[in-house]
């Protein structure tokens, strides 16, 4: 005799372990969606972040050139050099182009660290932000004038007989 209550399975198991696969795979390409887009505005800011700190830098020492003495019609650019400790003390954020908003710390010293002159409106300590950070090398030279042999030099690079040699620095953050 049959009761009409028979036993059985209302879900079967594969059907189960199909379902759980299914959310597990939806899981990590949800996942995987939201490291991209976290990723991709990341870098979006770095960028941003490099291209102010990179405007403000080549600003600095393009607003105050150096005056070339007895080599000026000898066909000579003189590529990072710049009176840039004149130009900072006096620079605003809007003259090196760094957005309001934008904080900045900008300096220009010794390549030893020494003498250094801060910009007053960039002279925030950065934070535990993410920092972008510009550091160039330029000569200075003593009355913004500059003969031939001394440029040389300094541009070779030996800091021993180039004392006009400034390193400035930008750092740029949110």
């Not at 991209?36 to 700190?53: G, P, R, T």
């Not at 840039?84 to 760094?98: C, F, R, S, V, Y």
């Amino acid at each position: 005799m049959k009761s009409g209550k028979e036993k059985g399975q209302i879900f079967s198991i594969d059907f189960v372990i199909a379902a759980a696969l299914i959310v597990l795979a939806m899981g990590m390409l949800l996942n995987f969606y939201d490291y991209s887009s976290n990723e991709a505005k990341e870098n979006s800011v770095q960028a941003e972040l490099n291209a102010i700190a990179l405007t403000a830098s080549n600003l600095a020492l393009e607003n105050s050139p150096c005056t070339p003495t007895g080599f000026e019609t000898q066909g000579y650019s003189l590529e990072g050099c710049s009176n840039a400790n004149t130009a900072i003390q006096g620079a605003t954020k809007q003259d090196l182009m760094i957005p309001e908003g934008i904080n900045c710390n900008v300096r220009s010293s010794d390549p030893d660290g020494s003498n250094s002159l801060q910009m007053g409106q960039c002279s925030q300590a950065a934070g535990e932000q993410d920092v972008t950070s510009i550091q160039r090398n330029f000569v200075s030279p003593a009355g913004g004038t500059i003969d031939k042999t001394t440029y040389e030099k300094c541009v070779n690079g030996n800091p021993a007989i180039c004392p006009a040699k400034k390193v400035l620095q930008v750092a740029i953050w949110k």
